[in-house]
């Protein structure tokens, strides 16, 4: 497999005997699931994919459904390549909840191979976002087929995601219809604070400098939305490190359009980033989580919303903007989320 880049790479680092003992000791992701189900549990299995596409079937879900998380969090999502025991988890699970638009295109894969008579796979990008509004871009050009798919990192598209869920759990599991919809509604109304918080905030941001160049090319869609600009990114479609010659251009937009800041993440860690904020003499800022949710699962800052939060904050903060708004934002969340989500 193509091994993910990512901090957590020394884990995958670890000499595979020691790693296979671990695996058989351990409910780790290298067993590909959070362990056997116990038999008296008759719940339906859903398996998701990344962990903020987890986040939003738990916040629907609650504790209804198993949900099963696939892609280990901090982990490039765009080359994952899932290990043979996913397949067997793929085998047991009742919904399969992808984002699709050709993000996990291997995983969905080794699903419509192994699902179950009866199983359904929900691609949460592709049926919300119509075709005359995909974005391709640097990072994601046309003529490789692939639009951007980071449609969460929008808050308003993440509560049209939950609504989908909400509809699939309700056909599935009508006995909790109404637990589906008031899990719903609460996340709905949490997304809308955020989306305020990030409208409110935006406008302390000195004027023309709602610009992005991050690494990583997830805010098209929210740039879309919210009236941002994404000058660049870095990262080329390949996921490899830029060329000289695509630096040097990056360079020059950046010059070109006075960016102040350019944000990378500790998913995509790049040299280059750094010695393009040297050369360009812009601050970099290297703390956008991309997919990994703060906190460790089960803490109650380890959600979609939190992550989406942290990472507007960050980048208001570093426009010149006051995210005062997002800084006093208290979630008000009461679904519980023991979704398992691999790290
Ligand atoms: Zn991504």
């Not at 000791?25 to 339906?44: I, Q």
């Not at 974005?135 to 639009?147: A, V, W």
Request: charged share 25%; net charge negative; with cysteine.
């Amino acid at each position: 497999m193509a091994l993910p880049r990512t901090r957590r790479l020394t884990r995958l680092a670890l000499p595979l005997a020691v790693a296979t003992a671990l695996s058989l000791t351990a409910c780790g992701s290298d067993s590909g699931s959070s362990g056997a189900a116990d038999p008296a549990d008759n719940r339906l299995i859903v398996a998701t994919t990344v962990s903020p596409l987890t986040s939003i079937v738990a916040a629907v879900a609650g504790d209804n459904v198993r949900i099963e998380g696939i892609v280990p969090e901090g982990t490039n999502s765009h080359t994952f390549e899932p290990q043979p025991q996913t397949a067997e988890l793929l085998s047991t699970a009742d919904l399969i909840f992808v984002n699709g638009l050709k993000l996990e295109d291997p995983t969905l894969g080794l699903a419509r191979a192994n699902m179950k008579d009866g199983a359904e796979i929900i691609e949460l990008g592709t049926v919300t976002l119509p075709e005359s509004d995909y974005i391709f871009d640097f990072s994601f050009p046309e003529e490789e087929g692939k639009p951007n798919p980071h449609l969460w990192t929008d808050p308003t598209y993440a509560v049209e995601y939950a609504d989908l869920v909400r509809e699939t759990l309700t056909d599935r599991d009508p006995d909790n219809a109404a637990a589906y919809q008031a899990n719903f509604d609460e996340f709905a109304r949490e997304a809308d604070r955020l989306a305020e918080a990030v409208r409110a905030d935006q406008q302390t941001v000195p004027d023309g400098q709602l610009k992005l160049v991050t690494y990583h090319d997830a805010y098209a869609y929210f740039a879309r939305n919210f009236d941002w600009t994404v000058v660049g990114a870095i990262q080329p479609k390949s996921f490899d490190e830029p060329t000289p010659s695509e630096v040097a251009g990056l360079i020059e937009q950046i010059r070109a359009e006075g960016v102040p800041t350019i944000f990378g993440s500790e998913v995509f860690p790049s040299s280059v980033l750094e010695a393009i904020a040297a050369e360009t003499g812009v601050r970099y800022e290297d703390s956008l989580r991309d997919d990994d949710l703060p906190g460790e699962p089960g803490a109650p800052e380890h959600t979609l919303l939190e992550l989406l939060r942290s990472n507007y904050r960050t980048m208001i903060a570093g426009l010149g903007g006051n995210p005062t708004n997002l800084d006093a934002l208290v979630f008000e969340v009461t679904v519980p989320d023991n979704a398992y989500y691999p790290q």
